[in-house]
Structure formats: structure tokens, C-alpha cells
């Protein structure tokens, strides 16, 4: 058996039993079923949107938000080991070391660090590439 959620022509809803959705087509087209509070046999199949919505986002993506929240914080981990492993930590002074290199000063490398947005905004301004790092680093200079 199967249920439908059916609409009649004057919007209607009601809900009918049937073996199978042909079934249903069948009955449909033979005029067989009407609308129990109408009696209209123009009816359609109506849209469960909510839940057939609902179903599918459950079904289709197989990750929940825990899941989501636990990749998103592995890519962090990963992305603030990759920085650790490949930049020098500058800590304050990334402002002025971000400058010098964009201008010569010193030897090319990346770096890390702290800025504060005034600083970074500066820096952009006159054209050196800075990212916002969206984690904090763990290694401290001393
Ligand atoms: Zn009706």
C-alpha cells in the first residue's frame, strides 16, 4: 500500500490509499477518486515539500553539522601545521618584516604573525600580500 497526499481543484487536501502508484494513475484516470469533501474527481498529487525536503538533505549528504564542525577544524589544524612547518613566526613585528621583504630589505621568505588591523590595512594599501589567518599560531618567540 501506499499513501498519497492528494489536493482536489478546489485546493482540497485529503489523503488516499492505494496498491501502487499506477495504482493510483488508474484510479485517478478512471474517475475513481474524488474528494471527500467536494466530490470532485479532478485531483492531483499533492507537494509534501517540508518532508520530502527534509528527507533528502538527511539522506543524500550523510554529514551532519558535527561532522562538518570536525572537518572544518582538521582543515584549521592542518592549514595552521602547514604554516608552522613553512613560515618564519614573526610575532609583532609582522607588520614591519611583512614591509621589508615586500620592499627588499631582507632576504624573501613567508612569514607569520601578529598585526593589528590598522596594520594590515596598511599593509595592503601599499601592496603586500597579507592573509588573515583564521586560527591563532601556537608557537610563541620568546
Ligand atoms: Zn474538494
Redesign the pocket.
Known sequence: MIRYSLI?????E?DGWFSSSEGYEAQAAAGEVA??????TR?SKALMAPNVAKGVVKRSSGTTANEMAERMSMMMLALRKHVEENCDYVGDAFAEEARRIHYGETEHRDIYGEATLDEARELIEEGVTVAPLPIRPTRQVN
Do not use: L
Open positions: 482536489c481543484e478546489r485546493d482540497h485529503f474528494c471527500p469533501q467536494c466530490g470532485s485531483v
